[in-house]
């Protein structure tokens, strides 16, 4: 392994296939990226595994797809068009741009980390009579970190919570944040910046023909709710889900496919009686938090982190973070919208955007939880925790050690590789050939015939494939194959007409949401 293993990671996404940038020959277009075929494979994969989760395993969840081009009024009800902004300062000398909130949270974590670190130290000076608390309080130095972070802290939130620019400027200097390039701390002011792409409409100029590019999925639903509602014969509490792309100008695209400008979105609205908000918000992280443990993903990796500034729209908020190679970072949201939306555009349009509860007898306009994740931050969460780097017992040489994408079977690109034994031996590439022209109805399959069997196998591990089927001399005789086990390496003789049982059996879906 290098010393940067986020470096490897991308290095194997290119060399694999699986991710591109975008207009590489060109060299490249920032913050896009193109899926190559095995990523296509594995982005597919994700999507299904979340589809499958909210609408094929919910009575009470149905599907959309909604354009991405919509009405321009839709962004001025939904509040983006004053209020999708981010707050970005210059270096006066490097002329490099930043977010500034980015900036001081990270100076922020960094006062945190120190006093962290002689927490740790403490603990390990003094073993099991240490009381963490007690230490927090008594440390002066401890204590003085923590009351630093807090004081700063809070004057950051309010002045986000304000659109305070002034105020924003006024902690980076406090804080005396230096550019990352220059070391220089003399900044612009900060000023806003709004994330939405826009383009025109067919031949009519200015203002009126702006249409934006939808920065977020949620909007077609919430215009839509009501056409789905009617006819889905839906009854409150139920929810809309939607797979698709959003665009987003960010001030600085980074850290490979975390922070992209075209990206994919998995969002799903979930009306409720006004109310009863609360007790959903809280389902709704129980169960999307499951949804991410039964991938195998380790708990140490995942955590909740509650919003401190709300958005616009929001009576409550928490973020699913995972531990990208690079941090914690925010993986999904989960948001209690209240009937911030579906109310704005009611006023906007001058349409009902209200639902008929026959049990109370009552219209209202109902309040919505929603749960919200990207498709292409899932996909490198996925990918961190498959890539592995690990030596193989018994074997040689450039055999010895391997590069294997440990996916859980269900999401892996391809299922199972079919490989006969030699190349030059038409008995065993017509059998394997056989065997790969049956089950490739069923699942995506390779057959590969083509240098030693031992790189055939450090091939298929690379891009995460969990069962590789040889076919060799024993198969002519008594019809049976080796089928080999990606993670285990453990090889076992089956029948070829059991081969496809024991795939599916891997594979499936079900034994995840079991
Ligand atoms: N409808 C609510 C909404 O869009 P968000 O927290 O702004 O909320 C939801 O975005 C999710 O979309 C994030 O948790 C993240 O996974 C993904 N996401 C947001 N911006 C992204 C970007 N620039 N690149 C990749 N994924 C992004």
Sequence with gaps: MSADPFKDLVSHCKEYGFIFQSSEIYDGLSGVYDYGSYGIELKNNIKSYWWKAMVQNHENIVGLDSAIMMHPEIWKASGHVDAFNDPLVDSKVSNKRYRADVLIEEALEKIMGKAEKEIEKARKRFGDDFVEEQYRRDNTRVAEYIQKHDEINQRFVDAMSKNDMVGLKAVIEELEIADPVSGSKEWTDVRQFNLMFHTQLGNIAGEEGKLYLRPETAQGIFVNFLNVQKTTRQKLPFGIAQIGKAFRNEIIARQFIFRMREFEQMEMQFFVQPGSEMKW???????????????????????????????????????????????????????????????????????????????????????????????????????????????????????????????????????????????????????????????????????????????????????????????????LEDQTVTIRERDSLKQDRIPISKIREVVEAGISFRSLFQ
């Design 281 to 475: 918000y809280a389902y709704w992280k129980e169960a999307r938090m499951n949804w991410h443990k039964a991938l195998g993903t380790p708990e140490s990796k995942l955590r909740f982190h509650d919003h401190e500034n709300l958005a616009h729209y929001a009576n409550a908020a928490v973020d699913v973070q995972f531990e990208f190679p690079f941090g914690f970072k925010e993986l999904e949201g989960i948001h209690s919208r209240t009937d911030f939306d579906l109310k704005s555009h009611q006023e906007l349009s001058g349409k009902k955007l209200q639902y008929f509860d026959p049990e109370t007898n009552e219209n209202y306009v109902p309040y919505v939880v929603e749960t919200s994740i990207g498709v292409d931050r899932m996909f490198l969460a996925v990918l961190t925790n498959a890539y592995t780097e690990e030596e193989v017992p018994d074997a040689e040489g450039k055999e010895s050690t391997r590069i294997v994408l440990k996916f859980p079977p269900a999401l892996a690109p391809v299922k199972c590789a079919i490989l006969p034994l030699l190349k030059n031996n038409d008995a065993l590439t017509g059998t394997a050939r056989e065997i790969f022209d049956d089950l490739k109805f069923n699942f995506l399959c390779q057959y590969d015939e083509k240098d030693a069997i031992g790189r055939r196998y450090r091939r298929q591990d690379a891009i995460g494939t969990p069962y590789c089927v040889t076919v060799d001399h024993q198969t």
